[in-house]
């Protein structure tokens, strides 16, 4: 079954350190990714989307992420993480077939920043 | 742009009856609506894909008598929980595709308390 696997479940940082989330996927095909964010009380929001091109594609809040292929991985980075950033991650895969797919998530990573 | 609704954002009801949650799209029209399941602390679990004016597509180990989705027009998809019992307390959350995109939007989902 497709999977998505989250390798950190709860990150505790100060702030200005850097920060990698993992992501992995399992799937042969050709595959959508992204990484969504949710801060406390709010939505889920679009941090970053991967669909084809640039493997190194940079999202909004100065995050980034970088997909290999040959590891199945899709890894979110920021240089120097805020206060602000405390929030849970997901990442999150759709399976590419040419149409509307399902999203599958990862079980999330909860970021804590203390000042 | 972009804009997903649900209404109501909390909604606590007594065992046995049932519950309509409204996903709307504001600014676009939706083609596809997913209906999601969040519980605390973890990810979120897609319950079913709805298409504009067809049946909807239930993940398996949903029951689709126990939680009827209608997507009646390209801006709102709706989600009853029929005979609702404690253990359908959860945190729904919906999201909204447009055509030519592959990106989901997410409303701010609908935390339903059975008592």
């Known amino acids: 079954a497709q999977s998505v696997s989250q390798h950190n479940h709860h990150v505790i940082l100060s702030e200005a350190a850097s920060l990698e989330l993992g992501c992995n996927y399992s799937y042969g095909g050709t595959v959508n990714l992204f990484w969504y964010v949710q801060y406390p009380g709010q939505h889920l929001q679009l941090l970053l989307k991967y669909f084809s091109g640039d493997p190194l594609v940079k999202g909004i809040k100065g995050f980034e992420a970088e997909f290999i292929k040959s590891k199945f991985s899709f890894n979110l980075r920021k240089p120097s993480v805020q206060w602000s950033d405390t929030a849970e991650y997901f990442c999150?895969?759709?399976?590419?077939?040419?149409?509307?797919?399902?999203?599958?998530f990862g079980a999330g990573t909860r970021l804590a920043v203390h000042p | 742009g972009a804009v997903v609704s649900q209404h109501p954002s909390r909604v606590i009801c007594k065992s046995g009856t049932s519950v309509k949650i409204e996903c709307r799209s504001l600014d676009f029209q939706a083609t596809t609506m997913f209906w999601y399941r969040q519980f605390p602390k973890q990810s979120l679990m897609l319950m079913a894909t709805s298409n504009e004016g067809s049946k909807a597509t239930y993940e398996q180990g949903v029951e689709k008598d126990k939680f009827l989705i209608n997507h009646a027009s390209l801006t709102l998809s709706t989600l009853t929980v029929t005979s609702a019992h404690p253990e359908d307390s959860s945190f729904y959350i919906c999201?909204?595709?447009?055509?030519?995109?592959?990106?989901?939007?997410f409303g701010p989902g609908t935390r339903l308390t059975v008592t």
């Open positions: 999201s909204a595709g447009r055509d030519q995109s592959y990106e989901q939007y």
């Open positions: 999150a895969v759709t399976p590419f077939s040419g149409g509307y797919n399902k999203l599958i």
